[in-house]
């Protein structure tokens, strides 16, 4: 049923609580890849600064860097997970992370998307939560969302 999934990531031990969920659904459906996806808001200039050639290569290289600690993070996290018979592939990109997760999913045909909701609310709440409810409401694939242990009933 689910030969293809998603697990988008933010880099934090909270989102990490998707993974035994991913893999449990991975060996239990016997599914054929699994794609961890990291997507890094890109690194923008504070408001009312002058764009320049200078400002420009300044976000050009925080945006390099940023999407190599993105590669870092999941190459880290592939080698030390263990999905038996499961081919397992990372990808990092830029961008917005619930437009991208979104249509990475879209153009490349995935039967489910696992992603981690961190159960908070407030501003942590805005910056991953809202991720993780734009992609449940805008995907056309089964999603499944896992809170973590320390989440905060009825938020």
């Known amino acids: 049923m689910y030969n293809k999934i998603l697990v988008p ?53 925080a945006n390099v860097e940023r999407q190599k600690a ?4 999941l190459a880290e996290l592939v080698a030390r997970l263990k999905f038996d018979g499961v081919n397992v592939d990372w990808k990092a990109y830029i961008g917005r992370p619930a ?5 990475y999913c879209r153009k490349n045909a995935f039967d489910l998307i696992c992603i981690a909701t961190h159960g908070r609310s407030g501003v942590s709440r805005w910056v991953w939560g809202s991720v993780a409810d734009k992609v449940l409401r805008a995907a056309c694939t089964p999603v499944l969302m896992v809170r973590p242990k320390d989440c905060i009933p009825g938020y």
């Open 70 to 73: 993105a590669e870092k993070y």
């Open 9 to 61: 990531l933010d880099g934090s031990p909270l989102a990490e609580c998707v993974l035994p969920h991913a893999e449990a659904i991975a060996k239990g459906c016997a599914a054929k890849n699994v794609v961890f996806l990291r997507i890094v808001e890109p690194f923008y200039m504070t408001g009312g600064e002058e764009v320049t050639a200078f400002s420009v290569d300044i976000m050009e290289r």
């Open 99 to 103: 437009d991208e997760i979104i249509e």
